[in-house]
């Protein structure tokens, strides 16, 4: 069975400062999913990326695909406190169904 | 347009007694997923849903679980008798058709804190 693995478990930044979170996958990507949770909170759901090797952007968080590597990134430039939280990458099987497996996660902290 | 949607937000049973979780997906997806994420441990998939059709619940732990998805609308998971390592947070998720070889964005709902005493 597939498993991620993130790194690393957590990271205190200073605001205003960039942050790169990575995602390895112990088998090939097909689709990469990014979310965010809050405490107590469900899900939010930030990007996708597809089997290939990808890159997308929103607003400060930019996500990249790299296939060979069997890994993904997530960076955030000039993070603001407002980014705080945990950061899940998930992926799907290729299969009929997409169901996800996730890795543990990323505790984030940005101190103002 | 409204996202997924859990009932309730949190429930507290002791053990042996039944509890019922309930899903809303997204207005028109078809596919509707279980997750589930048990203390210190990474979220694992339960089933998966193609509209009233279970198409995969090889993640369900045991026979103690029931999901349904009747009319293939809204889905509940029942799970009857509850055990202590039931306790955890069960997610719903739901995404449009699916079509080979491409991934759709998986929507997830905030999820129901299950605390068996």
């Known amino acids: 069975s597939q498993e991620l693995e993130q790194s690393p478990q957590s990271l205190i930044v200073q605001e205003g400062k960039n942050l790169t979170i990575n995602c390895t996958s112990s088998?090939?990507?097909?689709?990469l999913y990014w979310y965010k949770q809050k405490y107590g909170e469900g899900l939010i759901f930030l990007m996708m990326?597809?089997?290939?090797?990808e890159e997308k952007s929103h607003e400060k968080i930019t996500a990249k695909l790299d296939e060979k590597k069997q890994q993904s990134s997530l960076h955030i430039t000039a993070s603001q406190p407002s980014h705080a939280g945990i950061y899940l990458c998930?992926?799907?099987?290729?299969?009929?169904?997409?169901?996800?497996?996730f890795g543990k996660g990323t505790l984030l902290t940005v101190n103002p | 347009e409204a996202g997924v949607t859990q009932f309730p937000s949190h429930s507290v049973i002791e053990k042996g007694q039944t509890v019922t979780l309930r899903c809303d997906p997204i207005?028109?997806?078809?596919?509707l997923y279980w997750y589930r994420r048990v203390m210190g441990k990474e979220i694992k998939f339960l089933l998966h849903?193609?509209?009233?059709?279970?198409?995969?619940e090889s993640g369900m732990p045991n026979n103690r679980f029931l999901a349904e998805r009747t009319g293939g609308t809204y889905s509940t998971l029942k799970v009857q008798p509850a055990e202590l390592e039931d306790s955890g947070v069960y997610f719903c998720?739901?995404?449009?058709?699916?079509?080979?070889?491409?991934?759709?964005?998986?929507?997830f709902g905030p999820g129901t804190r299950l605390t068996v005493t």
């Open positions: 998720a739901s995404s449009q058709d699916l079509s080979p070889g491409f991934s759709y964005e998986q929507y």
């Open positions: 088998k090939t990507l097909y689709g």
């Open positions: 990326l597809q089997k290939g090797g």
């Open positions: 998930g992926a799907d099987d290729g299969g009929s169904n997409y169901k996800l497996t």
């Open positions: 207005s028109g997806h078809d596919n």
């Open positions: 849903f193609v509209k009233e059709s279970k198409q995969d």
